[in-house]
């Protein structure tokens, strides 16, 4: 009987008392692993993903809601720009520009209207299906094909700004045509269609019956008709879809603009210089950067509170211990008396202190590291 | 033989004091010791087994002279020649009926287990009636199967003493009767020495001798004792 096979012995039996011990320090050292471990790993993520985002232009106004926005496709949708300021900047042909339009959702997932180059830049491929090939197609992201169950073939549809807003843009019903495969970004939550598809769920695109079906003239004599529009692309509905306006005015909700070399990059942010200027370009890496040493500072906070709490804890297991050798004092008096010297007695009794506190070690470690492979999205979240 | 000499032991604040000028105990013998609370009875098992050490005198087990070993020494004489049978049993609730009784060898690396002492667990196990409760738990036994084990673990190392503190105190008087037959028997069976406090005296005729120990206390609580000491001691 070595002293590790009583201690186990005694732990096992006494195995309720010995769980919310082992809980009590697990969660003392969890929680502050968790959360550096968490802060790390959505900091690498984060900053690596800025990385690949070299220049985003948006509206004027928070520049973090733009660098979230454009990045993640969280928070509330920017105000619009207009596709013109697309044109405008590829006259100066300093950089590749992708608009991205994200207003709309599907079951809690971002509905991206964007351009093939989208997929290129962030280096997206298919698991499976094809890729979107006409209007009212989409592809989903891996994650979000899982929560959405949907596969290629299946359909989704967009939901209404506000229900209660009748005149406003109806849903759509889109193909998916493929799945993304993972790639451990925001863009597994995602799901994509092309630009075009985004503004006919705006109600700038649309189609219905055309007054003479072989001259191809438009009128919309169908809505006064009372005839509905085509909630969904089909095959046969296709040519009847088209839009009213100019391209310029059309909405997006960011730009993001892969510059060719350093130099454009800072001729393309010189361009944003103007007072006047209704459109603001940020480095999304600065941004990022930015909110870490915030999120950095409140964890210095949080540090201090958790440092109190573990120095509690502390003193709470060595009240406990100290409790449990004065509930056992009989038991060791029994050892004593049997011949056991009082060096073998502290080895059991620190034996089990091991096997406590490597196990609440082990608990807290497999934890934290468990969350800390989520903490992106967890972290996503709570932004 | 245990014989002692000139002992006198005292602690703390409270007045007690033990002194013994000379007690001889042969081998094998059966001894009650009586006395009234207070008087030193657990004491002298202590003393004896060299879990305490006496301020003065010799206490001589054997050819070995308990009083002037060391530390270690009284330890290792603990383990390996004194047998402990507790009022409260004093076993662990952790560890089966079979680890409890062969809780010695696993706290005392000096003593060996082997094939003899397997023997001797069976033959222990079988006689006291718990051969087939040896992978229970002592909370699963009645009080009487406890004391059974704990007279086990007393005898697992063929002790040439046994120490007995009210083995039978916790007990009702049938299932008294029937586990101090059993450490008597035991006892008589390995040749050793028994020395058993004990509060009843009906128990004392199945012994060979009875120390009152109010004989041996101090001035101070002595006196006190001394009142009390005819109505302990007569049967």
């Known amino acids: 009987m070595s002293a590790f096979w009583l201690a186990w012995r005694y732990i096992r039996y006494y195995r309720g008392r010995t769980a919310i011990l082992i809980a009590a320090i697990s969660l003392t050292i969890f929680l502050p692993l968790a959360t550096r471990w968490m802060i790390e790993s959505f900091r690498a993520k984060a900053m690596d993903r800025a990385s690949k985002t070299p220049l985003v232009v948006g509206t004027k106004g928070s520049r973090f809601a733009v660098a979230l926005h454009s990045l993640y496709f969280r928070g509330e949708s920017p105000t619009p720009m207009k596709y013109a300021e697309v044109e405008r900047l590829k006259a100066f042909k300093l950089a590749e520009l ?37 209007y009212g197609d989409c592809v989903v992201g891996a994650s979000a094909a899982i929560r959405l169950s949907v596969k290629h073939g299946d359909s989704l549809l967009s939901e ?56 191809g003239e438009h009128s919309h004599e169908a809505s006064r008709q009372n005839l509905s529009q085509h909630q969904e692309v089909t095959d046969e509905n296709l040519r009847s879809f088209h839009f009213h306006g100019s391209k310029a005015e059309y909405p997006i ?104 506190v490597l196990t609440s070690l082990a608990v807290a470690l497999i934890a934290a590291g468990l969350l800390a492979t989520t903490a992106e999205s967890l972290m996503l979240r709570l932004l | 033989m245990i014989r002692i000499s000139n002992l006198r032991y005292s602690y703390g604040s409270s007045g007690f004091q033990l002194s013994i000028p ?17 008087s030193g009875k657990s004491t002298l098992l202590n003393l004896i087994s060299g879990a305490k050490v006496p301020n003065d005198g010799e ?18 004489f603990r383990a390996s020649r004194i047998g402990f049978v507790f009022q409260d049993f004093e076993l662990l609730d952790y560890l089966t009926v079979e680890e409890n009784v062969l809780l010695p060898f696993g ?80 006892v008589s069976k390995h040749s050793a020495t028994l020395l058993m406090v004990t509060h009843d005296h009906s128990q004392l005729h199945r012994l060979d001798r009875t120390i009152d120990m109010a004989q041996f206390l101090g001035s101070p609580v002595g006196s006190r004792v001394t009142d009390s000491q005819s109505r302990e001691v007569s049967p």
Not at chain 1, 192 to 211: R, S
């Open chain 1, 253 to 356: 909700t960011a730009i993001i603009a892969v510059p060719e070399s350093d130099r454009s990059a800072t001729l393309l942010q010189g361009k944003y210089l103007e007072a006047d200027q209704q459109y603001q370009i940020i480095r999304p890496l600065d941004v990022i950067d930015e909110l870490m040493e915030v999120v950095g500072r409140v964890r210095g906070l949080f540090d201090i509170g958790m440092l109190g709490l573990a120095i509690i804890t502390c003193l709470l297991v060595a009240l406990v211990l100290l409790l449990s050798l004065r509930l056992r004092q009989r038991e060791m008096r029994t050892m004593f008396l049997l011949g056991c010297n009082r060096g073998r007695i502290v080895q059991i009794v620190g034996a089990e202190l091991t096997i406590v």
């Open chain 1, 160 to 215: 209404s700004e506000n229900l209660f807003d009748l005149s406003g843009a109806a849903p759509l019903r889109m193909r998916v045509t493929g799945i993304l495969k993972e790639s451990g970004t925001a863009d597994d939550d995602v799901v994509f269609c092309e630009l075009e598809t985004a503004w006919i769920m705006e109600g700038i695109g649309h189609g219905h019956a055309l007054k003479n079906e072989d001259s």
């Open chain 1, 98 to 134: 992708i608009p991205l339009h994200s207003r709309f959702r599907t079951r809690d997932h971002a509905i991206v209207g964007t351009i093939p180059a989208y997929f290129a830049n962030r280096q997206l491929g298919l698991s499976s299906g094809d890729p979107m090939s006409r």
């Open chain 2, 59 to 76: 206490i001589v087990v054997g050819d070995l002279s308990v009083s002037s070993m060391s530390d270690s020494q009284r330890r290792n």
């Open chain 2, 22 to 38: 000379r007690l001889e105990v042969t081998a094998t013998a059966k001894v009650g010791i009586v006395g009234p609370s207070g």
């Open chain 2, 107 to 186: 706290i005392n690396s000096h003593l060996k287990f082997g094939q003899e002492q397997r023997e001797l667990l069976e033959s222990l196990a079988g006689q006291a009636g718990i051969a087939g409760k040896l992978n229970r738990r002592p909370e699963q036994l009645s009080q009487g199967e406890r004391q059974r084990v704990a007279i086990c673990r007393a005898l697992i190392t063929a002790p040439k003493i046994v120490l007995a503190d009210e083995p039978t105190g916790s007990l009702d008087p049938q299932t008294a009767q029937e586990v101090l037959n059993l450490l008597i028997d035991q």
